[in-house]
């Protein structure tokens, strides 16, 4: 295969994908080839291809699931403009529990009642795990064995991350605000009245065609 048509065959498919591919799905794309090309040759193309969309509005970008197509930031507030609902909004109280999630997990919902000295609404768990940002990873050995909850792919690649390691350790920050704008967290008490946060669906847009 010439390396131009290996070259559009990517594009191509991570164009018309639905969500971040791997080296993995990609290679299987040519399993039926007499001389399928080796994993180093597709990441040859994946590299063409984000030095390509360097000076675009879009950018190729490896996330935790793999490769996706996505606007870059500095146009979203343009591009959201063509959505024609509004963006979700999340309370404080979720966004503090989703935060205590990402930095301590593995941690029970009592632990996580305990750092912020108010009791979690199901609702908020509710959420977490129907957008699949959170899920179960064990059972504590307590009585009661309450379960233990961490995050997961889908969460990483919402906030346009790799892994966790690409966020700074509570020890290196003195505001966990610079984390993310959305993540604004752990106050000393709840605030009087809630504060709403809005986090723009899908964190950084993905290009479709």
């Not at 065959?9 to 799905?25: P, R």
């Not at 959201?80 to 966004?95: H, I, Q």
Request: charge should be neutral; aromatic fraction near 6%; proline fraction near 7%.
């Amino acid at each position: 295969m010439k390396p131009k048509q290996l070259k559009n065959i990517i594009e191509a498919a991570l164009l018309a994908a639905d969500h971040a591919l791997t080296l993995d799905q990609l290679l299987r794309l040519f399993e039926d080839e007499k001389q399928p090309p080796a994993r180093d040759a597709i990441k040859k193309v994946l590299a063409q291809l984000q030095e390509e969309c360097e000076d675009r509005g879009y950018e190729l970008k490896k996330v935790a699931s793999g490769y996706r197509y996505q606007t870059r930031v500095d146009v979203q507030p343009w591009v959201s403009k063509l959505r024609s609902e509004r963006p979700p909004r999340y309370s404080r109280a979720f966004m503090e529990t989703l935060a205590l999630v990402i930095y301590r997990q593995p941690i029970t919902r009592a632990e996580i009642e305990d750092v912020r000295g108010v009791s979690v609404s199901s609702s908020i768990f509710k959420v977490l795990l129907e957008r699949e940002w959170v899920k179960i990873v064990g059972h504590k050995e307590v009585p009661g064995r309450p379960a233990m909850y961490g995050t997961t792919r889908k969460l990483l690649d919402y906030f346009n991350l790799k892994s966790l390691n690409e966020l700074p350790s509570l020890a290196e920050i003195k505001d966990l605000d610079a984390v993310h704008p959305e993540l604004d967290l752990l106050p000393q008490e709840e605030p009087k009245a809630p504060v709403q946060l809005e986090v723009i669906e899908g964190g950084a847009a993905e290009t479709r065609h």
